[in-house]
């Protein structure tokens, strides 16, 4: 066991874990912020991606003690209160979700893709989705939502 | 996962103190391929010794003549950056090819060329630029680097420190992608550079390689016709449920002609 600190959707964590916990078990089961989900587990469904530093990373694939000193923003980090995320929003206001399981990923992943590509166009979200998965294929709408988020 | 002792290295020779202390040690560099790959039960070190705290392995550097990238420079530096755009854009353009966003955001060069995956893009780059590999203790040319499948020059106790590329006058990388992972069916890189023209090749075969007929070829005449008909011999290539080696040497071809025309 080592003691690993971060400050996690602005507030300062820290905890004794085995090197071995991934990032996502820790902030999934230590600090019990469940948004951020396990789809695959093999760093390729993007549904565990999460900020770290502010680069969008996938956190299924990361040691939570290679996350120390890190500052991470979650699915739950977004919303100020009531008032939601501008990429939640439109995510809302698209319908880019069918049964859910992928959106936190694709929230995050959308957010990290409009900071690089401010005025992203269809072709470039589609190419920069490409680690992110949706099992329910519900991309039409996913990739509106990103487009046209007032981020 | 196996459980393991974790360290943070602290300098390259901390980092080497550390793995020749451990029992089976290995040195982590962005895990993109190492923690899955421990996920998976495939390997089980017994230490990890994490390189993300090595200051002297991050950066890169361009002069007149060359390219040179800290072996933890992630793909993600290489592509967006402005100085490797200019200098060698081909270059540029592969990293942004790998994986996917979240991937190129921690995956590194060196942690890549250590590991040395078939079907890698950065092998292409190092051959077909015929890059060096700096270790902590010598140099390594491109066509001496690359042994066999998942197989290097380095030796248990040597680790990447930086890459270094020659500006060539000309170079394109094209890639061919397994649908599903994204990663090099084939990928070939053409560069005309000032001792002739290179073509590297991954994912072809158990590691990266030249095609020394190819490059005469277009020496004479660098021009996609030159390279139209000259047919890489499919003994040894890969084979597998996603192409067969007749398939993966017909693309070597193909991907050649194109990334001439792109040059």
């Known amino acids: 066991m080592g003691k690993v600190s971060m400050t996690v ?11 071995r916990t991934l990032l ?13 989900h396990v789809g695959c587990d093999t760093t390729q469904c993007g549904a565990c991606t999460v900020h770290v530093n502010g680069q969008a990373m996938k956190s299924c ?10 500052d991470i923003t979650t699915i739950e980090g977004l919303a100020k209160g009531s008032e939601l995320h501008p990429m939640q929003a439109s995510f ?24 690089r590509h401010p005025n992203a166009d269809e072709q470039t979200v589609r190419h920069e989705l490409e680690g992110n998965m949706c099992r329910c294929t519900g991309y039409h709408n996913i990739v509106k939502a990103i487009m046209n988020a007032q981020v | 996962m ?34 899955p790959t421990m996920k998976q039960r495939l390997a089980a070190p017994s230490d990890l010794i994490d390189l993300a705290g090595v200051k002297e392995l991050k950066g890169i550097k361009v002069d007149r003549s060359s390219v040179t990238i800290g072996a933890m420079t992630t793909h993600f530096e290489v592509h967006s950056s402005p100085d490797v755009q200019k200098a060698i854009p081909a270059l540029a353009a592969l990293a942004g090819l790998i994986g996917d966003p979240m991937v190129r955001h921690r995956g590194t060069i060196g942690g890549s060329l250590a590991n040395s995956d078939p079907s890698a893009d950065y092998p292409a780059a ?21 042994k066999d499948l998942f197989e290097t020059a380095l030796g248990d106790d040597e680790l990447i420190v930086s890459v270094s590329f020659p500006i060539p006058k000309r170079a394109a990388y094209q890639k061919f992608p397994q649908p599903a992972s994204r990663y090099a069916m084939v990928g070939v890189m053409v560069a ?3 001792d002739g023209v290179r073509v590297g090749v ?7 390689f030249r095609v020394p007929e190819m490059e005469k070829a277009l020496t004479a005449k660098f021009a996609p016709e030159s390279v139209a008909d000259i047919k890489v011999s499919s003994d040894g290539l890969n084979s597998d449920i996603h192409g067969s080696n007749e398939y993966r040497a017909h693309l070597v071809t193909v991907m050649a002609k194109r990334a001439v025309a792109n040059a």
């Open chain 2, 126 to 146: 190092v051959i077909g630029l015929g890059a060096t590999i700096k270790t902590n203790s010598r140099e390594i040319a491109a066509d001496d680097y690359f």
């Open chain 2, 2 to 35: 196996y459980q393991f002792e974790y360290h943070k290295a602290s300098s390259v020779d901390d980092a080497l103190n550390k793995l020749s202390g451990a029992d089976d040690g290995k040195i982590l560099a962005g895990g993109m391929t190492l923690l």
């Open chain 1, 9 to 19: 959707n602005g507030k300062a964590v820290s905890a004794d874990v085995e090197p």
């Open chain 2, 192 to 194: 005309e550079t000032a």
């Open chain 1, 92 to 115: 809302k206001e698209n319908h880019g979700l069918q049964c859910g399981f992928c959106t936190p990923g694709m929230v995050m992943a959308g957010i990290d893709i409009r900071r």
């Open chain 2, 202 to 208: 991954t994912g072809a075969g158990p590691c990266a």
């Open chain 1, 61 to 70: 694939t990361m040691l939570a003690v290679q996350a120390e000193g890190a």
């Open chain 1, 24 to 36: 996502v078990e820790y902030i999934r089961e230590h600090l019990r912020l469940t948004g951020t």
